[in-house]
């Protein structure tokens, strides 16, 4: 559990890369908030050019707030813009007409902006005054920060999978093989998920299953009943009435006779689960498995990972243009769409006098 306090834009700064686990170059970071608390960070691309039209700028910071717009109980945003550009002589940094669209967008949609700051290159600042006596107008030196940058680590390409030695391969084919023949089906539903919830306990979980788990689990996602029932168990634990995708599919889409509202989503199961899934891509030839790679492409989008579930979504499509799981995965991806069970913004403080709160790593 993290502590996190913000009162300052030099505070948020400094807070940004610890929140996001890497320094978010050439991205957009939105902490939205309520009240004085806030939860879930965003991350997005910033435009290719730093000055786009004014009707390109509006179109994308509509995007933004449409994505914002997903979270319930929103009241506030702050903005971090990190171009990786110089911030120049000026009162103006980079990217000033998306930010200036950004501050319309979110009046238009009742959202106050609590900040809009620029942390460039070089230098930072915060958007939204010409006069140079203004207070953090910049560019101000980065200071500490500058070494917390050049100390955090850069994100990887989390959809690649490094493929097991050619021996641990073989080894995982034979196993395979073995609980094909001897497979004879799985009629007791309530036993079979009580059996995944324990796999994927955090208090149990395992970061090594065996071989014959594995190939257990890779049975499951292979059928397209069993692979619906063990994602929706592993988000939200063992329900009578939550048997497949549908009802998570209608409350993402707000539908008017939707059911009613999910069990509480569990993210560290589903992250452990993600992990036992990577290992298990290691194990085989994913251009036989496309539904691995969608059933990876849901965990990472269903716990807020957009980048990595396109990613996984799209390597899934390449093998498979119809597959249903990671076309519905890409199509909520490319709309912004944010799992309705992470909008709850309850966690940090951004006031100095109130009691600073945890934030889950």
Request: aromatic share 6%; hydrophobic share 45%; net charge negative.
């Amino acid at each position: 559990m993290q502590q996190i306090r913000l009162s300052t834009p030099k505070q948020i700064l400094d807070a940004v890369p610890r929140l996001l686990g890497y320094s978010p170059v050439g991205s957009l970071v939105a902490i939205p908030l309520s009240g004085k608390r806030g939860g879930v960070v965003l991350r997005f691309d910033l435009p290719e050019v730093p000055e786009p039209s004014s009707a390109g700028a509006a179109a994308y910071a509509n995007a933004v707030i449409g994505h914002l717009s997903h979270l319930r109980s929103i009241e506030r945003v702050v903005f971090v813009l990190c171009p990786d550009l110089p911030f120049g002589s000026g009162p103006r940094p980079p990217f000033w007409v998306v930010a200036e669209e950004l501050v319309a967008a979110a009046d238009r949609a009742g959202i106050e902006l609590a900040a809009c700051i620029c942390r460039a290159a070089d230098a930072w600042g915060v958007y939204g005054c010409d006069d140079a006596d203004c207070c953090d107008i910049g560019p101000r030196p980065l200071g500490a920060q500058e070494e917390w940058v050049r100390a955090t680590a850069k994100p990887g390409d989390e959809s690649l999978i490094t493929p097991a030695s050619v021996t641990t391969r073989l080894r995982f084919a034979d196993e395979d093989e073995r609980h094909w023949q001897h497979h004879e089906g799985e009629d007791d539903l309530p036993s079979m998920r009580q059996r995944w919830l324990m796999a994927f306990a955090p208090d149990t979980f395992r970061a090594a299953p065996t071989d014959a788990e594995l190939a257990h689990l890779l049975c499951m996602l292979r059928g397209r009943h069993t692979s619906e029932l063990l994602l929706v168990t592993i988000g939200f634990g063992a329900h009578a009435d939550l048997l497949s995708l549908a009802p998570v599919w209608s409350t993402v889409m707000g539908e008017e006779d939707a059911h009613r509202p999910l069990p509480e989503f569990s993210r560290r199961r589903v992250r452990q689960a993600a992990a036992v899934l990577r290992r298990l891509a290691e194990l085989v030839d994913l251009d036989d498995e496309p539904v691995l790679l969608a059933s990876m492409s849901w965990l990472e989008w269903a716990s807020g990972r957009s980048s990595a579930a396109a990613a996984f979504a799209k390597r899934a499509l390449e093998i498979r243009a119809d597959d249903p799981l990671a076309s519905s995965v890409a199509w909520l991806v490319e709309r912004c769409v944010v799992p309705p069970w992470l909008a709850v913004v309850e966690q940090w403080s951004d006031e100095p006098e109130a009691a600073a709160a945890g934030r889950d790593d």
